[in-house]
């Protein structure tokens, strides 16, 4: 009877394996146009293709590859977290501090007091016309208690159901030993990817020193580390956070968790208040997890002009990777490059990461909010998960680069979504050097294997070693007209386009429908890891674990609106 039993239990479960592939595979490629692209469209970068050709580099360590492997804390720190837990440990601080982390992940923007007054009027206007439905006009003797009680009922509401109750994170010694628990890890290795593109992209760069604003447990310094030659040359770390219970379990956590013994890094500093921008300067500024603490636009663009003025190289900012970070993140970046054009300086501001260009994120387009996001993978603490040998933190972050000249470099486009792979092709969705999204697809027969292998070993965040041509770049443009002019019904303009496409052969853009058929059709899809598009708001983002590793199988989103 087993074997009879086992062959049906097979049988049945390759029948819903066929029927999920193609259920997914319909959900994997959504209703949006999608590109073809020839090899000479999109080339390969001659450099890296030879080095590949000559078996210099292998295509899965190419130099587009920037996300890490599993980050492990370094024993030392590990060992100094342990003993610092054991003097100062307090009972349910495993708890809490699960809890706190999952409080500062789902943090939202302290509201404007422009938006606060907007929204009063919006709740003032609907309490008034269901009152006036229900109860009729009001008499002219009891008009000035009516409003009284009309204004009070809209604070009560504006409080309970409008007001993101923002409130900036004061740390004392009880919970700054609850955020080192809940936040070490994660922050090490969030900091360790960030740097890592600068020591990728930039390696003969060699900063003198280093100023963290916000600094918290000193995650920088050891990131720092890392990098023998910022380990050796780095004779300066100016460390300012306005905790100083947070400042001295950084201390300690650099002193091996004993009091009496030395800092093993030389050149660190704790400070409670910012150094003056006028009189002080470094070759890196890092921030991390600092604007959503600023109760307002005004002191967010003060915190940042600050950190600019300072900066002699480059400006590093870090947020949560959640739709409110994202905007913090490029308001930050936005102003930067503002402010960068309207001064009368030898210095000018352009973006060195993730973005690449420095036009506002194409993302912000999209019809549904979806963050610029990316994903570091680590080892948790062991008292904090047990037995849990990889999880997975959001981030999104900028790195802004102070230069005298503008040098006109190639910019590699970078993975904003992990690839879906199917049978002989990989759909790729990329930011483009020309500030918009792209959905292409890297075939075996049309591509060189080279270039091929070099997309299948890359993830989120990624950047791919490809020539964005100007060819590429006309037919993209011509692809998106086409797209608003479809929109907007304009027949005229639409029957131009179509006649101006080349008839016959292989067309530039495919339809999604005809796509979607070739595929089910012709293959099955072995490994689907891709789209994060298609969240209605940060809300339902937030609903998503941020343990994961950047795939989401959600309501699609089209990339091209």
């Not at 049988?11 to 259920?23: D, E, I, P, T, V």
């Amino acid at each position: 009877m087993a074997a009879p039993m086992q062959r049906a239990r097979v049988a049945s479960w390759k029948l819903f394996s066929r029927h999920y592939r193609k259920k997914s595979t319909k959900i994997m490629h959504p209703s949006e146009d999608v590109r073809s692209i020839k090899e000479n469209e999109l080339p390969m970068d001659p450099t890296i293709l030879n080095k590949i050709k000559d078996g210099e580099i292998k295509p899965r360590k190419n130099p587009g590859i920037m996300r890490l492997k599993t980050v492990v804390l370094p024993i030392r720190l590990e060992k100094a977290v342990d003993l610092l837990f054991q003097k100062y440990g307090m009972q349910g601080i495993i708890s809490d501090s699960r809890k706190l982390n999952t409080s500062l992940m789902t943090r939202q923007m302290p509201m404007e007091r422009a938006g606060v007054m907007e929204r009063k009027n919006v709740i003032r206007q609907k309490i008034l016309e269901k009152d006036k439905n229900k109860h009729g006009p009001i008499s002219s003797d009891k008009e000035m208690e009516y409003m009284n009680e009309i204004e009070r009922r809209v604070e009560v509401e504006l409080k309970h159901k409008h007001l993101s109750h923002w409130k900036s994170k004061q740390y004392d010694a009880k919970s700054g030993m609850k955020y080192m628990m809940a936040r070490m890890a994660q922050n090490y290795a969030v900091l360790l990817q960030v740097l890592n593109e600068i020591w990728t992209r930039d390696p003969t760069y060699i900063p003198k020193s280093l100023y963290n604003y916000g600094s918290g447990l000193g995650s920088v310094i050891w990131a720092a580390q890392n990098n023998p030659d910022w380990q050796r040359d780095i004779s300066q770390y100016y460390c300012v956070d306005p905790s100083v219970d947070i400042n001295t379990i950084a201390r300690l956590l650099l002193q091996d968790g004993h009091e009496e013994k030395s800092m093993h890094v030389n050149g660190v500093f704790f400070k409670k208040f910012p150094p003056s921008p006028s009189t002080n300067s470094f070759s890196t500024v890092v921030s991390a997890y600092t604007l959503i603490e600023c109760e307002n636009k005004e002191a967010r663009q003060k915190m940042v002009q600050s950190l600019w003025d300072m900066t002699e190289d480059y400006l590093v900012l870090v947020e949560i990777g959640s739709f409110v970070g994202h905007r913090l993140i490029q308001e930050a970046k936005e102003f930067i490059l503002n402010i960068s054009d309207e001064e009368e300086t030898d210095k000018k501001a352009s973006v060195f990461a993730p973005c690449p260009h420095d036009m506002p994120c194409p993302k912000f387009k999209l019809a549904h909010k979806v963050p610029c996001y990316f994903v570091a993978d680590y080892k948790p603490l062991e008292k904090v998960a047990k037995k849990v040998d990889k999880t997975s933190e959001r981030y999104t972050f900028v790195i802004l680069k102070k230069t005298k000249e503008q040098v006109e470099s190639v910019r590699w486009p970078r993975l904003v979504a992990n690839s879906t792979f199917a049978n002989k092709h990989i759909h790729c969705r990329i930011c483009c050097p020309t500030g918009q999204l792209d959905h292409i697809i890297i075939t075996k027969k049309k591509h060189s294997k080279e270039l091929y292998a070099c997309v299948k070993n890359s993830k989120l965040g990624d950047c791919l070693p490809v020539i964005y041509t100007n060819e590429s770049t006309k037919k993209h443009q011509k692809l998106i007209k086409y797209k608003q002019l479809l929109s907007e019904g304009n027949e005229n303009e639409l029957g131009n386009i179509r006649d101006s496409k080349p008839q016959g052969g292989d067309p530039e853009t495919v339809s999604s429908g005809e796509q979607d058929e070739e595929i089910i059709g012709s293959s099955e899809v072995t490994e689907s890891v891709g789209d994060m598009e298609g969240h209605e708001s940060d809300s339902e983002l937030e609903e998503h674990s941020y343990s994961d590793t950047g795939n989401f199988s959600a309501k699609p989103d089209n990339i091209l609106t």
